[in-house]
T-cell receptor, first 112, second 115 residues
Framework: SQTIHQWPATLVQPVGSPLSLECTVE??????LYWYRQAAGRGLQLLFY??????ISSEVPQNLSASRPQDRQFILSSKKLLLSDSGFYLC???????????FGEGSRLTVL | KNQVEQSPQSLIILEGKNCTLQ??????????LRWYKQDTGRGPVSLTI?????NTKSNGRYTATLDADTKQSSLHITASQLSDSASYIC??????????????FGPGTRLSVLP
């Protein structure tokens, strides 16, 4: 069966520090991968999506970047965090044609 | 513009009672609609997925309905339990768009079930 792992679960970082959130999917090949951010009490905002290795599309101009070094690995990064980067980050995956979207457990980022 | 609205924003009910959550969308053309349950601090988990031709789909005590003509869906929870306390998110997929835009999220309804 397919599983998705996301880490770290919780992160507290000072302003200006770097960020790396990692997501891996098991049990499927060539998934579509997504990074979402969820602000408190608000809906999910799509940040990045990828349909293949090295193929990254950005939906929102921001202080973040994403990379897909392997088929089932998706990384969210920042060189210098801002206070506004605080939030709940979710990795997700889908397979074309299935109509389903599966989420990881999320990463809570607090920037101080 | 493709949008999904949900009501109410929040809801408080007593354990054992029923409730209905609403989802209205302007997504067109329509492909499918999903309801997710998101516990606090966790990732969303799919409850149901409905296509254009489906009117009702059940998953245990959860029953989703879809009216594609009026572009409305509802999620009915029967005999609520404390564990039903969560946010419920409606997600609609348009047909024939690029991967990044093929999921349109509602803001969610926050349900609290009290003993």
């Amino acid at each position: 069966s397919q599983t998705i792992h996301q880490w770290p679960a919780t992160l507290v970082q000072p302003v200006g520090s770097p960020l790396s959130l990692e997501c891996t999917v098991e049990g499927t090949s060539n998934p579509n991968l997504y990074w979402y951010r969820q602000a408190a009490g608000r809906g999910l905002q799509l940040l990045f999506y990828s349909v293949g290795i090295g193929q990254i599309s950005s939906e929102v101009p921001q202080n973040l970047s994403a990379s897909r070094p392997q088929d089932r690995q998706f990384i969210l990064s920042s060189k210098k965090l801002l206070l506004s980067d605080s939030g709940f980050y979710l990795c997700a995956w889908s397979v074309t044609g299935t109509g389903e979207l599966f989420f990881g457990e999320g990463s809570r980022l607090t920037v101080l | 513009k493709n949008q999904v609205e949900q009501s109410p924003q929040s809801l408080i009910i007593l354990e054992g009672k029923n409730c209905t959550l609403q989802c209205n969308y302007t997504v067109s053309p329509f492909s499918n609609l999903r309801w997710y349950k998101q516990d606090t601090g966790r990732g969303p988990v799919s409850l149901t997925i409905m296509t254009f031709s489906e009117n009702t789909k059940s998953n245990g005590r959860y029953t989703a309905t879809l009216d594609a003509d009026t572009k409305q869906s509802s999620l009915h929870i029967t005999a609520s339990q404390l564990s039903d306390s969560a946010s419920y998110i409606c997600v609609v997929s348009p047909r024939g768009v690029s991967y990044g835009q093929n999921f349109v999220f509602g803001p969610g309804t926050r349900l609290s079930v009290l003993p």
